[in-house]
C-alpha cells in the first residue's frame, strides 16, 4: 500500500504558474508509473500526465502539452507537476496516483491506477 500526499495548489492568476508535489509512503515507488490526474466541479477525472518510473518516458494530455511538466525523484519519493501558462480551465482538483502494475506503461485511464492522493485545489482566475 501506497500513502500519497500531494501539495502545491493554490489560487493563480492567468498565465501564472504552480508547482505540485505528491509525496509517497509505504511500498516501493520506484518501480512504478505515476501520473496527475485532475477533477473539475461536475465532471469526470481526466489524465493530465503520467512518467515512467525511471523518469525516461511521459506522456501528456492534449489540453497540458507545452505547459505542463511532469517529473519524479524517486531518491525522494516524490513525483511533481510544474504547470506554466495556467488557465481558468485549469481549475480543478488536482491528484496524484500510482499504477496497479510495475512497469512502464504509461497509463491514462483511472482504473489503472490505486493509492490516490487526497487532492489539491488549483484555482485559475481570468
Known amino acids: 500500500q501506497v500513502q500519497l500526499v500531494e501539495s502545491g495548489g493554490g489560487l493563480v492568476q492567468a498565465g501564472g504558474s504552480l508547482r505540485l508535489s505528491c509525496a509517497a509512503s509505504?511500498?516501493?515507488?520506484?518501480?512504478?508509473?505515476m501520473s496527475w490526474f485532475r477533477q473539475a466541479p461536475g465532471k469526470e477525472r481526466e489524465f493530465v500526465a503520467a512518467i515512467t518510473w525511471n523518469g525516461g518516458n511521459t506522456y501528456y494530455a492534449d489540453s497540458v502539452k507545452g505547459r505542463f511538466t511532469i517529473s519524479r525523484d524517486n531518491a525522494k519519493s516524490t513525483v511533481y507537476l510544474q504547470m506554466n501558462s495556467l488557465k481558468p480551465e485549469d481549475t480543478a482538483i488536482y491528484y496524484c496516483?500510482?499504477?496497479?502494475?510495475?512497469?512502464?506503461?504509461?497509463?491514462?485511464?483511472?482504473?489503472?491506477?490505486?493509492?490516490w492522493g487526497q487532492g489539491t485545489q488549483v484555482t485559475v482566475s481570468s
Open positions: 496516483a500510482v499504477a496497479k502494475y510495475a512497469g512502464s506503461i504509461l497509463y491514462t485511464r483511472t482504473s489503472n491506477y490505486e493509492n
Open positions: 509505504g511500498r516501493t515507488f520506484s518501480s512504478y508509473t
